[in-house]
């Protein structure tokens, strides 16, 4: 199947400083990517619909100036944490889906505690 | 908004055992999702299936489309099956958006 990869898989950074996520698909072209957050023991929530090209869209209560979202190629998304806090810290995971409506593909997650 | 409700919650079985997990969901959807996830949290993506069965391996998805539901069965269950099981349908008919159960974990026992 398709393979989606995300870096770093895990990231330990001090509050107020930026973290960088990348999701990139390797062998196929996908433009729309999707960003989710998990809490320990829980489902995972869809935080942003990331469009290659054109600017993301949140879901209600995410902040868009706190997680930007950017898909400048149709292999690569980055969801970047903005002055992190301790309850950033979370595992998140981007999914990418297959042209015409195809199958999403999942990334293995990044772990972000933030201290 | 699809409501999608996965059972049981947890499941513990025998090495071997028949292992099956149900999912229901609200709304008509074109195709639902299962996923695996491993206790380090990387998911993976097992089937996507708008009717019938697909198979692959040890693994059995089924869905019913009129009842609105779908099971996934491991037949001879091993120990590396262990994982949270998660089913995921569209949150409305023709919406990629996706509406996660709360996941079913197993746990098979040597």
């Known amino acids: 199947g398709a393979v989606v990869s995300q870096h770093p898989s895990r990231v330990i950074c001090k509050s107020g400083t930026s973290v960088k996520i990348e999701c990139r698909s390797l062998?196929?072209?996908?433009?729309?990517m999707f960003w989710y957050r998990q809490f320990p023991k829980k489902s995972l929530m869809l935080m942003a619909t990331s469009n290659e090209g054109s600017k993301a869209t949140y879901e209600q209560g995410v902040e868009k100036d706190k997680f930007l979202i950017n898909h400048a190629s149709l292999t690569l998304s980055t969801l970047t944490v903005t002055s992190a806090h301790p309850e950033d810290s979370s595992f998140y995971i981007c999914?990418?889906?297959?042209?015409?409506?195809?199958?999403?593909?999942f990334g293995p997650g990044t772990r972000l505690t933030v201290t | 908004k699809n409501e999608v409700e996965q059972s049981p919650q947890n499941l513990t079985a025998q090495e071997g055992e028949f292992i099956t997990i149900n999912c229901s969901y609200s709304?008509?959807?074109?195709?639902l999702h299962w996923l695996q996830q491993h206790p380090g949290g990387g998911i993976v993506s097992l089937f996507m299936?708008?009717?019938g069965k697909k198979k692959h391996g040890r693994l059995i998805a089924t869905i019913n489309i009129q009842e609105k539901h779908s099971s996934l069965h491991i037949t001879a269950s091993h120990p590396r099956d262990s994982a949270v099981y998660i089913c995921a349908a569209p949150s409305n008919f023709g919406n990629e958006k996706l509406t996660f159960g709360t996941g079913t974990r197993l746990t098979i026992i040597p």
């Open positions: 999914s990418a889906r297959l042209p015409l409506w195809g199958e999403q593909y």
């Open positions: 709304v008509g959807i074109s195709a």
């Open positions: 062998d196929f072209q996908a433009t729309t």
């Open positions: 299936l708008s009717s």
